[in-house]
């Protein structure tokens, strides 16, 4: 008799249960700056699934001044740099398109955007600023998927050197050959260039050219550049030229910039 009756009851209870009624999905813990996550040394990788993270107002505030095309299922960090030496949040091994962004201070009491983009976003600033990071799918309609954020110290500051060698050649065609060499180290050399204007006079006309050398070597070592000038007024010949070089090396958080300029003696031909 119990029997029967308990099981009258579990099918009145399935009757009045609604109908398609599903249990609720709690977003994860770090969906607020409030529960975020907080990295304590570093490197550090955390894999996270974001798929029932939201996105809120405090997001799209804090986008205003990032510009990305959404911040769906945003999920939050927070470390602390005792050191100064600075933080890179690496987001580009996730299996969706996830975006980046950087705070200094709690972004729920005016914290400030500092850094922010597609994969990678760093920072550097004062010893024991506490940052907090926000992931995010930056695809609309796309809430997330796994995360995969990754945590390291910022690299060195670029440094970049160079020199322009005194002789350039000038050919029939008009161009103008210069060379030179250069020392780059902790940056991307396909984020980093020589580039610069040759100005020279010849008869009643100043003949100016642009010109580039790229990528870089950025080893640390020195190396050897050539790059060729054109220009649109005139045609380079044999004598004299005023030359200004700019080389720059770029890392991912910051570049560096050396100036040379020198007058240098043109051969016609190599001549």
Request: aromatic share 6%; with cysteine; charged share 15%.
């Amino acid at each position: 008799m119990r029997a029967t009756r308990l099981l009258v009851s579990l099918a009145a209870a399935a009757l009045l249960a609604p109908l398609g009624a599903t249990a609720a999905v709690a977003a994860p813990g770090n969906d607020s700056p409030g529960g975020a996550t907080v990295i304590s040394t570093l490197p550090s990788t955390i894999t996270q699934s974001t798929t029932d993270a939201t996105t809120d107002a405090l997001d799209a505030g804090l986008n205003a001044s990032c510009g990305a095309p959404a911040t769906n299922g945003s999920v939050w960090f927070t470390y602390t740099d005792t050191t100064g030496s600075g933080l890179v949040a690496d987001v580009s091994a996730s299996d969706y398109s996830a975006g980046v962004m950087i705070v200094a201070g709690d972004p729920t009491a005016g914290g400030q955007v500092l850094s922010c983009g597609p994969g990678v976003s760093a920072v550097r600033g004062d010893p024991g600023t506490t940052y907090y990071v926000m992931a995010f799918s930056d695809t609309p309609g796309v809430t997330g998927g796994t995360l995969r954020a990754s945590f390291d110290v910022a690299p060195p500051a670029p440094e970049i050197s160079a020199t322009v060698d005194r002789r350039a050649t000038a050919y029939k065609d008009g161009s103008l050959r210069l060379t030179g060499t250069y020392s780059c180290s902790n940056a991307d050399g396909y984020s980093s260039d020589i580039e610069g204007q040759v100005v020279q006079t010849v008869g009643r006309t100043k003949i100016t050219g642009q010109f580039l050398a790229f990528p870089l070597e950025c080893d640390g070592a020195v190396h050897t550049w050539s790059a060729v000038a054109t220009s649109e007024n005139g045609l380079f010949a044999g004598g004299k030229a005023a030359n200004v070089t700019l080389a720059i090396a770029c890392g991912v958080l910051e570049c560096a910039f050396t100036p040379v300029e020198q007058r240098i003696q043109v051969s016609r031909n190599g001549k």
